[in-house]
C-alpha cells in the first residue's frame, strides 16, 4: 500500500485496515466494516467522506473516534 487510505487518516472507527490475498500491492484490499471485502477507491483514497449512505455499506458510514 503506498498511499494511507483516507478513512484511516480521518479516524474512521470501522476502519480494520489491510486484507492480503497474496502477495504484492494487487493483493492487497482496504477493509472496513461497511465494506469488508474492499472499500471502493472513491471512499478510500477518493473525495467521498462516506457520511451518507452509499450502495453495499452495510448501513454503516464515517463515524470518528471522538
Do not use: W
Not at 12 to 33: A, M, N, Q, W
Amino acid at each position: 500500500m503506498l498511499v494511507e487510505p483516507k478513512c484511516s487518516v480521518r479516524g474512521c472507527i470501522h476502519f480494520l485496515g489491510v486484507k492480503y490475498h497474496g502477495e504484492g500491492e494487487e493483493s492487497e484490499d482496504v477493509v472496513c466494516e461497511a465494506f469488508p471485502t474492499g472499500i471502493p477507491s472513491e471512499i478510500a483514497y477518493g473525495d467521498d467522506l462516506h457520511i451518507e449512505p452509499y450502495l453495499g455499506d452495510n448501513g454503516i458510514q464515517f463515524k470518528g473516534a471522538k
